[in-house]
């Protein structure tokens, strides 16, 4: 499996961006997807996750502003960020984990910028 993440950049306080995450090589219809971020000199923190049924949860920080989403059908998963802020500045991971083996996986990051 192979995941392939895309969709950060650069933006200015207050605007949004939308994250894609692209599954290869296995079906991830049986699985849980999050999203990761990690800035400098911190730690990889949980930021959204998804189950296979489509039950969304939130860190505390993103809560109301971040919405995780996925389409089976095309094994991609999604973050919309709005009212992006300079503390949200990192590089986001996709992450996999199928529910029967526990297999996990991880995309390659994309880094997002929020000037203030």
């Known amino acids: 499996v192979q995941l392939q993440a895309f969709g950060g950049g650069l933006v200015q306080a207050g605007g949004s961006l939308r994250l894609s995450c692209a599954a290869s090589?296995?079906?991830?219809?049986?699985?849980?997807m999050r999203w990761f971020r990690q800035a400098p000199g911190r730690q990889r923190d949980l930021v959204a996750s998804?189950?296979?049924?489509?039950?969304?949860d939130y860190s505390d920080s993103v809560k109301g502003r971040f919405t995780i989403s996925r389409d089976d059908a095309k094994n991609t998963v999604y973050l919309q960020m709005n009212s992006l802020k300079p503390e949200d500045t990192a590089v986001y991971y996709c992450?996999?984990?199928?529910?029967?083996?526990?297999?996990?996986?991880w995309g390659q990051g994309t880094q997002v910028t929020v000037s203030s």
């Open positions: 090589g296995r079906t991830f219809a049986r699985s849980a």
């Open positions: 998804i189950t296979s049924s489509g039950t969304a």
């Open positions: 992450n996999l984990q199928f529910l029967v083996s526990g297999l996990t996986y």
